[in-house]
T-cell receptor, first 113, second 117 residues
Framework: GDSVTQMEGPVTLSEEAFLTINCTYT??????LFWYVQYPGEGLQLLLK?????DKGSNKGFEATYRKETTSFHLEKGSVQVSDSAVYFC????????????FGGGTRVLVKP | GAVVSQHPSRVICKSGTSVKIECRSL??????MFWYRQFPKQSLMLMAT?????????EQGVEKDKFLINHASLTLSTLTVTSAHPEDSSFYIC?????????????FGPGTRLTVT
């Protein structure tokens, strides 16, 4: 079945540091890929998405590129802020799965001033 | 963008009682909604798929009689935790797939934190 693997946290960074969170997936066909962010005590918010190979999703300074050849969708941000402290989830949705989302385990990011 | 609401945001109940959580799509219709459970510092676990006008589809290991799901209209799904016990304490999140762009994007509610005492 479909699965998503992302690096375990917590990841602790200083403000303005470079952030990378690795995400790889296994799926049949051509899934859509997503990054969701969850701030403390809140639900999930879509951060960015990509629906086909080589697409780059971007939002709020975050970027991720759909790499079919390496089945990866790594999240990057060049300069993090304290407000980026949150849990980040990589997820995929396969059309064959009826829009069900398969989530990675989540990566907690803590940005210190 | 599409908005999904949940009510209540927090609920505390006594062991043995039942609790109902509502999930509403505010500006779009959803024939399907998903219910997730999230334990502290863990990922989301899909519990069931709520289908408007028909029975819900439960994931393996989820007790159907424990977690009752009703999808009475195209904008409302409810999850009832029956005879709640402390181990049912968790963060429950619903989502609904958008239908306007066909790229499988889902919209999440803000979650409901259930505490069973």
């Amino acid at each position: 079945g479909d699965s998503v693997t992302q690096m375990e946290g917590p990841v602790t960074l200083s403000e303005e540091a470079f952030l990378t969170i690795n995400c790889t997936y296994t799926a049949t066909g051509y899934p859509s890929l997503f990054w969701y962010v969850q701030y403390p005590g809140e639900g999930l918010q879509l951060l960015l998405k990509a629906t086909k190979a080589d697409d780059k999703g971007s939002n709020k300074g975050f970027e991720a590129t759909y790499r079919k050849e390496t089945t990866s969708f790594h999240l990057e941000k060049g300069s993090v802020q304290v407000s980026d402290s949150a849990v980040y989830f990589c997820a995929l949705s396969g059309r064959a799965a009826g829009n069900k989302l398969t989530f990675g385990g989540g990566t907690r990011v803590l940005v210190k001033p | 963008g599409a908005v999904v609401s949940q009510h209540p945001s927090r609920v505390i109940c006594k062991s043995g009682t039942s609790v109902k959580i509502e999930c509403r799509s505010l500006d779009f219709q959803a024939t399907t909604m998903f219910w997730y459970r999230q334990f502290p510092k863990q990922s989301l676990m899909l519990m069931a798929t709520s289908n408007e006008g028909s029975k819900a589809t439960y994931e393996q290991g989820v007790e159907k009689d424990k977690f009752l799901i009703n999808h009475a209209s195209l904008t409302l799904s409810t999850l009832t935790v029956t005879s709640a016990h402390p181990e049912d304490s968790s963060f429950y999140i619903c989502s609904a797939p958008g239908t306007t762009n066909g790229d499988n994007e889902q919209y999440f509610g803000p979650g409901t934190r259930l505490t069973v005492t």
